[in-house]
């Protein structure tokens, strides 16, 4: 059973960047990062296929990269030019999941 951990989020101000790191217990091949912010939906964010194409929501186009390292079995989430809209619980999901990660918290305040 896939399990993935994620990390790095954290409290910044606007227009700051973070970098969130999902670590699979597994080979990585593509991935997907959703985030969830209080009382709203979870929501797509952005994803990584298989064969290297990435696909973002309008909402972060342009601010947000997602890349994947294979030989650590990691999803990565660069995030620049942070915006209070931001602030949500990010979760990232792989291939063979079954089980929701603890997501981690992004909170973009000054």
């Known amino acids: 059973q896939v399990q993935v951990v994620e990390s790095g989020g954290g409290l910044v101000q606007p227009g700051g960047s973070l970098r969130l790191s999902c670590v699979a217990s597994?080979?990585?091949?593509?991935g997907t990062w959703f985030r969830q912010a209080p009382g709203k939906q979870r929501e797509f964010v952005a994803t990584?296929?298989?064969?290297?194409?990435?696909n973002y929501a309008d909402s972060v186009k342009g601010r947000f990269t997602i890349s994947r390292d294979n030989a650590r079995n990691t999803l990565y989430l660069q995030m620049n030019s942070l915006k209070p809209d931001d602030t949500a619980t990010y979760y990232c999901?792989?291939?063979?999941?079954?089980?929701w990660g603890q997501g981690t918290q992004v909170t973009v305040s000054s």
């Open positions: 999901t792989v291939p063979g999941l079954q089980n």
């Open positions: 597994g080979s990585i091949f593509s």
């Open positions: 990584f296929s298989s064969g290297g194409v990435t």
